[in-house]
């Protein structure tokens, strides 16, 4: 999925709401991924329409309502409010559709942190439906899974990004298959530094225009004068 498409991710829409004012420009926060099925967004607003907060930015259930504070999010240079008593939902073709016709902006992707704020004080609103509470419950422990995650190590096997067609598969075979001597010729044959070719097979570095034909051709002429790797 697009980062744009997650949730936590701010837009700028052009809205009519119907009321004989013509488009008005609004902030929406996405407060989970925008799917094909039913997703959920909150308008974000500067207006002073809430009472004070307090200390806390969270102010549900009372005001329904979480508070960024000026300079906390690039976007936005006043204090704004994540509004929860106007959330909707809208499906990945409904903000496709106000992205096609020009009427859609992608801003940023608010900072994971503030975002789980946000949806804990969502789960706290009295205005959200149950269905939008539920989704909120489960957006947020989907990025409380995911910031558990431990990162995969590289390691130089089949599964590396270079390795995208069969052809690059059979050159890494051939390649393990192959003794060190037929390795080096192999290099030579296909006018490939041994370093280069090391990291191009390890999805490190970009191969060259028919890398994988010419090392296949290579590996077939240094096994067969290598009565060890003949067949292979």
Known sequence: MSERYRAGSVWLLNVDFGRGNGKQEKFIVLLSDCLDTRSLFAFATSQPR?????????????????????????????????????????????????????????????????????LNCAKKSTDLPTWATDLV?????????????????????????AFVSAEFTAVWKRYQASCDACRTSAYVLAEIAEADFSLILRGEKRAPENFAMDAQAAFEIANGECPGCQGK
Not at 141 to 148: G, W
Request: aromatic letters at 8%; charged letters at 20%.
């Open 137 to 161: 419950d489960r957006t947020l422990q989907a990025i409380t899974l995911a910031s558990t995650r431990k990162p995969v190590p590289k390691t130089a096997s089949p599964s590396s990004t």
């Open 50 to 118: 809430y009472p004070t907060l307090g200390a806390s930015p969270c102010g549900c259930p009372s005001a329904s309502c979480y508070r960024i504070d000026p300079g906390q999010e690039s976007c936005w240079s006043k204090t704004t409010y994540i509004q929860f008593d106007n959330a909707h939902p809208i499906t990945r073709g409904g903000l496709d559709d106000f992205v096609n016709a020009g009427n859609a902006q992608y801003m940023k992707a608010i900072d994971t942190g503030r975002f789980r704020s946000i």
